[in-house]
T-cell receptor, first 113, second 115 residues
């Protein structure tokens, strides 16, 4: 059974810092992993989707890596801004080819101006 | 990109009433839709997988008679919370997958408050 864990649960940094959010998963037989952003009271915004054949994906100041062998993924945010403040969720497939996602608990990020 | 809508975006109802939430894929056909629930300050928990033209598959611990799911077309799935109680108050989010199940598109969510 897939389980997804995110560390830390909360993070507060000053503006401009680079930071890393961690995600671990128990079942490494995944075909992809996704990172999402959720603002308070809102739905999910997809940030990055990493296929199992890839080691990383980049979008602007965001870089996500995937290491299936160790069951880990990281989301790197460069030069953080107050607008990056949100909860970041990683999600891994629950089982092959069913499409359902298992979410981590999320990391709530606060970037202080 | 693909767009998924939910209606209503929020709803307040009295205890004992039933509430229907719609999830629509606006510009693509979704053979599979998923319903998630999110309690305050918690993550999303999958409730059920909705497949077009067949019965939904519920996750362990989710009462199928309480959370009725209908996926009558390739663009619409509905979740009906029957005889709602205050403990059903939550944020309900749907997602839709196309032919490529690698990609899921999420709706904006529906906030249900049961008084």
């Amino acid at each position: 059974k897939q389980e997804v864990t995110q560390i830390p649960a909360a993070l507060s940094v000053p503006e401009g810092e680079n930071l890393v959010l961690n995600c671990s998963f128990t079942d490494s037989a995944i075909y992809n992993l996704q990172w999402f952003r959720q603002d308070p009271g809102k739905g999910l915004t997809s940030l990055l989707l990493i296929q199992s054949s890839q080691r990383e994906q980049t979008s602007g100041r965001l870089n996500a890596s995937l290491d299936k062998s160790s069951g880990r993924s990281t989301l790197y945010i460069a030069a953080s801004q107050p607008g990056d403040s949100a909860t970041y969720l990683c999600a891994a497939p629950g089982s092959s080819n069913t499409g359902k996602l298992i979410f981590g608990q999320g990391t709530t990020l606060q970037v202080k101006p | 990109g693909a767009v998924v809508s939910q209606h209503p975006s929020w709803v307040i109802c009295k205890s004992g009433t039933s509430v229907k939430i719609e999830c629509r894929s606006l510009d693509f056909q979704a053979t599979t839709m998923f319903w998630y629930r999110q309690f305050p300050k918690q993550s999303l928990m999958l409730m059920a997988t909705s497949n077009e033209g067949s019965k939904a598959t519920y996750e362990q611990g989710v009462e199928k008679d309480k959370f009725l799911i209908n996926h009558a077309s390739l663009t619409l799935s509905t979740l009906t919370v029957t005889s709602a109680h205050p403990e059903d108050s939550s944020f309900y989010i749907c997602s839709a997958g196309g032919q490529n199940t690698d990609t899921q598109y999420f709706g904006p969510g529906t906030r249900l408050t049961v008084l």
